[in-house]
């Protein structure tokens, strides 16, 4: 059995909503300790809530372990206690071997020193000889990208710049466990991708990686095992699709639909939206590939002509992915009176495994002012087994050059 190099064991963190009391507080709790009394205590008091409440997890040599959570579910909050940032209020965390973390934007970095001068202080800290960080220096910056602005003041960085350098740093320093908490996601694509590859090469190499991010395609494709953790507590420990299935609950959970967040002018107003199977059963969850019917039922408050019905799918607190209107697919909608409603047909619903929102769109004719628009109307979930990253599947076959040759030969020529 590899060895375990961080152990986290009934860990304990309560913060204080109130500035001023949790000041009266840290100092009472100085003094009791001061006092030979111990300042841990088992029930909050007033303002006071748990960030963190009886955490308890290995990460083994080798291991990426992922941390997912909504904002403020105390991810953040551990990952500074095993950093020894901040002190557990009970409980005990040990970590083993030189420790490396990517926690905060700059965390570690002088602002007024240049970007060289900082790489080999973090090094410093480490205990890393400067014969070593001379030999590595090159292949650092090669990694970060910034050369050119490698000996400006880091304070004259943007976000991005000082992200790529903390990063080159911290994987290239050959730490035993490595923390990684979010500040991948100011980095562009190209650079995520490089970061992905170096902490699979960091993984190989008997590394321990604890990695949080809200990026589930980037936790699914690092890690080997992932928690899932709900106001401060870990619901889950294990493999990383059901950790990631468990989070997707969560944010349904916590969605809320927002109060008549809509606009427009209001002669034709979208009523509802229905999800519907092929046999028109109500469904709030399909799998992937299956058949999707969107009815988009309407009322009019006077005789409308060739409205536009729009509806896009997004990721639940992500990026738009697709959208479908009536103009862009040539179907005229007609004179429309009274209640009635629009169907659109997929017959094979390819976006990926994943929760989304749908925002559905009436237009005027000229395709610019809307009769009337809503938000987050609905949610759909989309469960499957693909073992693939990204948003949608794209149906498609497999051929080698053996299998194009024969059957190219044994087509007839033209004559």
Known sequence: MSEI??????????????????????????????????????????????????????VRRGEALGLIGHNGAGKTTLLRMINGLIKPDSGRIEVRGRMQALIALGAGFNPVLTGRENVYINAAVLGIPKAEIDRRYEEIVDFSGIREFINMPVQSYSTGMVVRLGFSVAAHLEPDVLLV????????????????????????????????SHNLHAISHVCSRAIAIEKGR?????????????????????????????????????Q???????????????????????RIHYVT?????????????????GEQVTG????VDGFEVGRVDGEGFVDITIPHFNLLPNVFTIDATIFHPDGFTFYDRINKIATLKVRGGLLINGTAF??????????VKTATESQTPFR
């Open 301 to 317: 408050t006077q005789p409308v002509d060739n409205p536009i019905f729009n509806i896009t799918f997004s990721i639940l607190y």
């Open 5 to 58: 190099l961080v152990s986290v064991e009934g860990v304990n963190k309560k913060f204080c909503r109130s500035l001023k009391r949790s000041l009266w507080y840290g100092v009472r709790d100085l003094v009791s300790e001061l006092g030979g009394r111990s300042s841990q205590r088992s029930h909050l008091r007033q303002d006071e809530f748990w960030a963190v409440r009886e955490a308890a997890f290995q």
């Open 272 to 294: 509802r939206i229905e999800l519907l199977d092929a046999a028109d059963q109500v469904r709030k969850e399909i799998n992937m590939g299956d058949f999707l019917k969107v």
């Open 234 to 270: 870990i619901v889950y420990d294990g493999k990383v699709e059901k950790a990631i299935d468990l989070y997707r609950e969560s944010l349904i959970n916590l969605y809320q639909e927002p109060e008549e967040l809509r606009a427009g002018t209001g002669e034709i107003k979208i």
């Open 181 to 212: 908490d979010e500040v991948l996601a100011v980095g562009d694509l190209a650079f995520r991708n490089k970061c992905q590859l170096r902490i699979q090469e960091l993984k190989k190499r008997g590394v321990a990686i604890i990695f949080v």
């Open 394 to 403: 794209l149906p498609h076959d497999w051929a080698t050059s053996q299998e």
């Open 324 to 327: 479908l209107r009536t103009d």
